[in-house]
């Protein structure tokens, strides 16, 4: 709200400053007002010290304040980052806390070295090149969806360079700090990947291509999004929707300008999201993984839940319906006010609200038509999807109780 952070005199409104600042640190993307020329280059910093403290995460940020006053991790830190983090022993917390940065460091850093001389190019002013390159390696990289470009991404003609590499820093932020990990030590050995690795990717892969195909399918004739491009253009543009749709939230075409049917894909790979311990949002692949391995079981007849040679505990799976149910209710509760507020039917405001929950940052056009409440009403929803799930998914976890009695069985009947 500071004076500088805005062009001319004036300060930028309370709910509008607000609603940016948790959009960036909670690595959204949503702004109800246009970041190229509502912010001045001190604002835009601004908001992309937000973006890096929101990728590195809570967790992250707590144990390297830690190690700055104690000069190493407390058995506290390890048991609060294992448990945030998704790690496994308390032996492996610090290294994970190292790969998060050096990882991060090393993938925004060499996005930008491609970036940065490409949008030099593009924008004939290097200076200008340069801050867009920087930016754009760290919003793709933390899942952020910002750009600075006043007509968005769309400012750079679907420029192969910046759409791949965008479209790789967005990927890669969104498998994980583990699974990175697990990558950057296992390489392709991938019977020594973790359970979590394995699901990851699998998930990952699979959303990822079902994703594309059904955008290149919906939108293959439609002149307002991808019609009138060159069928190697398109499938580009399909593919580099379905890797944003689960978290990334860049796009180059409008998502107003969709069919229905692909908004109601998108809402559904947004609400999937990306990795557990990522830059992206969602309920996570991994929960969708355990609840279709928990049908599967069920469907078998198998009494126990499994995967790749591994037994998972029931626990996880409640915990992955209790994820689930959370996420829906939250959404569910904001496409209603938010039918209120705006007096539209559901198709913009259930997706306006997937797309903050979620926090990818695709956006129908409703966000910068809000009034006040229900940008407060996104808000909220945003630092839910954020920090709220995960923490509750957490607690679950830790608050592990050993009953040392059984009530008589009960079935009610189901379904």
Not at 177 to 199: A, C, D, E, G, M
Request: with cysteine; aromatic share 8%; hydrophobic share 50%.
């Amino acid at each position: 709200m500071m004076p500088w952070a805005t062009p001319g005199r004036g300060s930028a409104a309370v709910h509008d400053a607000l609603f940016v600042a948790t959009s960036a640190v909670t690595v959204t993307g949503l702004t109800p007002v246009n970041t190229a020329d509502d912010w001045t280059l001190a604002g835009q910093i601004v908001i992309l010290i937000g973006i890096q403290v929101g990728g590195l995460g809570i967790v992250t940020m707590a144990a390297l304040l830690a190690v700055s006053v104690t000069r190493h991790l407390g058995l506290r830190t390890r048991l609060i980052a294992r448990e945030g983090m998704s790690t496994g022993g308390l032996g492996e917390v610090g290294q994970l806390l190292k790969t998060v940065i050096i990882c991060s460091v090393v993938v925004q850093t060499a996005l930008a070295v491609i970036l940065i001389p490409r949008l030099i190019a593009l924008e004939g002013d290097a200076v200008r090149g340069a801050w867009y390159g920087l930016f754009y390696a760290i919003s793709s990289f933390n899942n952020a969806g910002f750009v600075i470009h006043a007509d968005g991404l769309g400012g750079v003609d679907n420029d192969s360079v910046v759409v791949w590499t965008v479209m790789l820093g967005v990927f890669l932020g969104s498998l994980g700090f583990p699974v990175l990990y697990v990558l950057w030590r296992y390489r392709w050995h991938i019977k020594s990947w973790t359970l979590h690795t394995k699901l990851t990717m699998e998930v990952t892969t699979i959303l990822l291509f079902v994703g594309a195909a059904a955008y290149a399918f919906l939108e293959w004739n439609n002149t307002a999004t991808i019609g009138d491009m060159g069928w190697l253009e398109k499938l580009q543009s399909a593919l580099f929707a379905s890797v944003n749709m689960r978290s990334g939230g860049f796009s180059v075409v409008e998502s107003n300008l969709e069919h229905s049917e692909t908004m109601l894909v998108s809402d559904a790979l947004m609400f999937a999201g990306g990795g557990s311990a990522s830059t992206a949002g969602g309920i996570k692949v991994t929960t969708i993984a355990v609840i279709f391995l928990a049908f599967l079981a069920e469907a078998r007849g198998h009494e126990e839940t499994t995967a790749h040679g591994r037994t998972i505990p029931a626990q996880v799976g409640r915990v992955a319906v209790s994820v689930v149910a959370m996420g829906a209710t939250a959404v569910l509760f904001s496409t209603l006010a938010l039918m209120t507020i705006s007096g539209e039917d559901m198709g913009r405001p259930l997706y306006e609200s997937v797309s903050a929950f979620a926090t990818v940052g695709l956006t129908a056009g409703l966000t910068e038509q809000l009034p006040p409440s229900g940008l407060y009403v996104l808000a909220a929803l945003m630092f839910t999807g954020r920090v709220g799930i995960i923490t509750f998914a957490a607690a679950l976890t830790v608050r592990q109780k050993r009953v040392r009695y059984r009530y008589p069985e009960g079935r009610p009947i189901i379904g």
